[in-house]
């Protein structure tokens, strides 16, 4: 019986590609395997909200910088340089990079928190500091490099002597990054086994300026040099390089205009010619250049974007929440407005959201692991509720949002917006062909075990894989009839939670078909992705009004996810199975008018919320000081008010030609 199950499920298996295959192997589990397996543990031993808040030396050091570069953008400018130099003076260049090669080594938490606030001001200048700390040289030479490659170039990285960028992208492999990437060959030259390869690198930042080059290319060898006369352990495929500025064939002529965005971002060119020891790692690393990609994305994608989306949404929030209570139209404050109500409160839930997906998440990475799911979630979550923070902001400034001038804080962030979202793999893929494919292959307790039996035919370890995944399939299923009440938001985590896991199990079902089922995959892993935030809005120990928001999160994150559970079972595309699991559609849910306007005035009268808020962003030098100055004045009918808030509600004014 088993050996007929056993070519069953061998027939359904889609076919996995060698990178799809590292990209499995990449990387840990987290809080997403307790998902997957239907149950969520509820320890909140070791978690603080208020890990790596930032001390005083730390907040006057990026303050400084702040008030000197402002918000303008740092490129194109030959202030760039500068720029760059102050961030390595002031340590803020190797925040990843070991002390005793002149880093820091600082904890992800704190990490995350100077990005945010660097970002909530300047976001060029959040890039500046973002790349150098994450996918790039200098995470790959400190886990992956020789230590004569970590010795010559990790004090200069953490300097800012060097300036790195990392060259992956191409006008053929954008998203697909390894699908049509440039080519390399392995050749004998003067006695000497090197490699020669063309490149044509696009969207790399800080390319134009940088005098350190990373670059990714398709190893071949087809003289067969690296068996021969290369060290063991090399072989084809991925392999990543390190070379200098002026390094013989390198072209970096020309720079791209990232929505003006305004970080330095360009092209990388030209025929070089390349020895094995520019090989990150040495010539015995040619060809493992994925896998080593795969184990150092996370902090692009889990740490870095996540912190510049919190920075730029806490800013918005923050700013929007003092300006409804001031700013006047139809002779009434708008924040009486239930229109203006309600889009605040969709923007201040996501803001919250973030900031505590975020300070979990940075917790779990802290803790040595890298789940590589749970860091790809972030990316798209963070970016996307970001965004639609963003634009919920400017449609309550109103015209002052859209007019640039010195009370405008919205351009900046408009303009760096998308690029997030396209950036370490754009939203769609990431939504819709990653997240809930990974994390059933990865995640699940059984499917990549019961994958392994199959490609090693070992059907003894198949069973055992198998009866362990029916077992807990059969038991998910009928907990799954469980009902439970709305108003205990643990309880109603924990129901969602078993009913995702036992969704899950049967979109495991379509095998292979996953990959075309790209609309239930995408809204399976939105599903995945609001559990994962709403037990972080509960796991992490807050005060009691803290916790009344974080409640209200929670209840409208389980209304989307419930929503998105009953569109997939209406969806499935086997209509007898679609009988199965049919008993479990929710009765959907919706936050009420009166919920919306409780929620709107326990917040805007909640000093502990706007301490939340506040925190991690940088005020000064903007219209949010103003605000916050015009907060204080209790008579708003004075000279004094009305002078100020004459001068928030004023909008830049240019000479006419």
Not at 504 to 526: E, P, T, Y
Request: glycine content about 8%; overall charge positive.
């Amino acid at each position: 019986m088993y050996r007929y199950i056993f070519n069953q499920v061998r027939g359904i298996i889609p076919r996995i590609s060698e990178t799809e295959l590292i990209a499995l192997r990449s990387g840990g589990v987290s809080v997403d395997r307790q998902i997957f397996e239907g149950r969520l543990l509820r320890s909140q031993s070791g978690l603080d909200m208020h890990v790596g808040r930032l001390g005083p030396a730390a907040v006057n050091t990026v303050d400084a910088l702040l008030k000197r570069y402002g918000s303008q953008p740092i490129y194109p400018s030959s202030h760039v340089y500068d720029a760059m130099s102050d961030l390595g003076k002031a340590r803020l260049l190797g925040m990843s990079i070991d002390t005793k090669y002149g880093g820091t080594m600082m904890p992800i938490s704190k990490q995350s928190r100077i990005l945010a606030r660097i970002a909530s001001h300047n976001p060029s200048l959040a890039v500046a500091t973002m790349v150098p700390n994450s996918l790039g040289p200098g995470e790959l030479l400190q886990h992956y490099g020789t230590e004569e490659q970590k010795r010559k170039y990790l004090p200069g990285l953490a300097s800012g002597a060097f300036i790195p960028c990392f060259g992956l992208t191409g006008p053929n492999n954008g998203s697909d990054a390894t699908g049509q990437i440039d080519t390399g060959t392995v050749i004998r030259q003067n006695g000497e086994i090197m490699i020669r390869v063309s490149i044509n690198k696009r969207y790399i930042t800080l390319a134009p300026i940088a005098n350190l080059i990373g670059v990714a290319f398709n190893l071949q060898d087809p003289d067969g040099l690296l068996a021969t006369h290369g060290p063991s352990g090399a072989k084809p495929g991925v392999t990543l390089a390190l070379l200098e500025r002026g390094h013989p064939g390198l072209e970096q002529l020309t720079y791209h205009n990232p929505n003006s965005a305004g970080f330095p971002n360009g092209t990388l060119k030209g025929t070089l010619t390349i020895p094995l020891s520019s090989i990150i790692g040495g010539a015995a690393n040619a060809g493992n250049g994925w896998m080593m990609l795969m184990e150092c994305l996370s902090v692009g994608r889990g740490v870095s974007l996540p912190a510049s989306a919190n920075g730029s949404s806490k800013m918005v929030t923050y700013a929007s929440m003092l300006y409804i209570k001031h700013r006047t139209q139809f002779k009434m404050n708008i924040g009486r407005m239930e229109a203006v109500r309600e889009r605040f409160i969709n923007m201040f839930m996501d803001t919250w959201t973030i900031n505590a997906a975020v300070n979990y998440t940075n917790q779990i990475l802290d803790s040595g692991a890298k789940p590589s799911v749970i860091t790809g979630l972030m990316k798209y979550q963070t970016t996307e509720r970001g965004r639609n923070v963003l634009l919920a902001g400017m449609d309550i400034f109103g015209g002052s949002a859209i007019c640039t001038g010195p009370n405008n804080i919205f351009t900046k962030f408009y303009q760096a917006a998308p690029i997030g979202i396209t950036v370490e793999g754009s939203n769609i893929l990431t939504r819709n062909l990653i997240t809930f494919g990974q994390g059933l292959n990865k995640s699940h307790p059984f499917i990549y075990p019961i994958f392994m039996a199959i490609s090693d035919n070992d059907l003894s370890a198949f069973r055992t894989h198998f009866n362990g995944m029916v077992k807990s399939a059969v038991v998910n299923y009928f907990k799954s009839f469980r009902v439970s009440g709305s108003g205990n938001p643990q309880q109603r985590l924990d129901l969602l939670c078993i009913r995702f896991s036992n969704l899950s199990n049967f979109v495991a079902l379509l095998g292979g078909k996953i990959k075309a089922n790209q609309i239930i995959s995408g809204n399976m892993a939105d599903i995945l992705s609001n559990i994962y935030m709403s037990h972080a809005l509960l796991s992490l120990p807050s005060t009691k009004a803290c916790r009344l928001v974080s409640e209200y999160c929670v209840a409208h994150l389980c209304n989307e996810a419930e929503r998105k559970i009953n569109y997939v079972i209406d969806n499935y595309p086997n209509m007898y199975i679609r009988q199965f699991i049919k008993p479990f559609r929710y009765r959907e849910q919706s936050m009420s008018i009166t919920d919306i306007n409780r929620i709107y005035e326990h917040v805007v009268s909640s000093p502990e919320v706007y301490a939340v808020l506040k925190e991690d962003i940088y005020i000064a030098d903007s219209i949010v000081s103003k605000l916050e100055q015009l907060d204080t004045i209790k008579d708003k009918t004075s000279s004094e008010y009305l002078a100020l808030y004459n001068d928030i509600v004023s909008v830049g004014e240019f000479p006419a030609d």
